[in-house]
């Protein structure tokens, strides 16, 4: 049975906060519920389930817009159009990556200097960035 909550229980069960559920909502994420008579919006266990998709999707590194298409993809035969989704975000994370290997090269040469016996006087990497 779908339980009824909150947004403060809602936000609590899905593991983020209520601003979070708000904005969410202001997104056209999730959607709002009615307002019924006694003044208090109610969320069901699938409200639950598709903050839990945004937030994991999140941690993939998809876009708020790239989430919403994932959503409006959900529950159709369109497995080619996550996929291309899913294949343009590899893409993107890859060359992070290579950038953050570059990065990380560039950085071991500039500390390197710095513990090196045969530096001048100034410092290397402030020098390295300067002349870069």
């Known amino acids: ?32 519920p009615m307002r019924p008579h006694d ?14 998709f945004i937030k994991r999707a999140q941690l993939l590194g998809f876009t708020l817009d790239e989430i919403s298409s994932l959503l409006r993809l959900e529950g159709s035969l369109a497995c080619n159009g996550t996929r291309e989704l899913a294949i343009r975000k ?6 992070k990556l290579t950038d953050l290997h570059a990065m990380k090269t560039a950085l071991e040469g500039m500390v390197a200097q710095c513990d090196s016996e045969e530096r ?4 290397p990497i402030i020098q390295a960035l300067i002349d870069d």
Do not use: H, P
């Open 39 to 52: 003044g208090y919006r109610t969320y069901g266990d699938g409200d639950i389930r598709r903050i839990r």
């Open 1 to 32: 049975m779908d339980e009824k909550m909150t947004i403060g229980r809602l936000a609590a069960a899905a593991g983020v906060n209520v601003e979070t559920v708000r904005f969410y909502q202001r997104s056209g994420l999730i959607d709002e």
């Open 120 to 123: 001048s006087e100034g410092c």
């Open 90 to 95: 590899l893409a993107m994370v890859e060359s």
